[in-house]
């Protein structure tokens, strides 16, 4: 008597999505994924701490607009972005 093996079946592997992004659209709004918390908020200056640093965004009329589990988006004139490790 032959025993018959049974493949087992994989469900399809997820992409692997990063736990820190950066989204930038038109230079007036901005997402940030992987945030730990706010360091500094004001209509001219924002700082974020992410697992890999500090990330500064500098310009006018910042708003937060969004804010979800470690996410932050805002809204405003971005005029720089600089990363801190």
Do not use: H
């Not at 025993?3 to 950066?22: D, F, L, N, S």
């Not at 230079?27 to 990330?55: A, F, H, N």
């Amino acid at each position: 008597m032959k025993i018959k093996k049974i493949k087992q079946v994989q469900p399809p592997k997820a992409p692997v999505i990063p736990r820190e992004t950066i989204e930038i659209a038109e230079r007036c709004e901005m997402l940030v994924t992987g945030v730990l918390g706010i360091d500094e908020y004001s209509q001219q200056s924002i700082r974020v701490k992410t697992k890999q640093g500090l990330i500064q965004v500098t310009g006018r009329g910042l708003i937060m607009c969004w804010a979800g589990e470690k996410k932050l988006m805002f809204r405003g004139a971005i005029d720089t972005v600089r990363f801190e490790a």
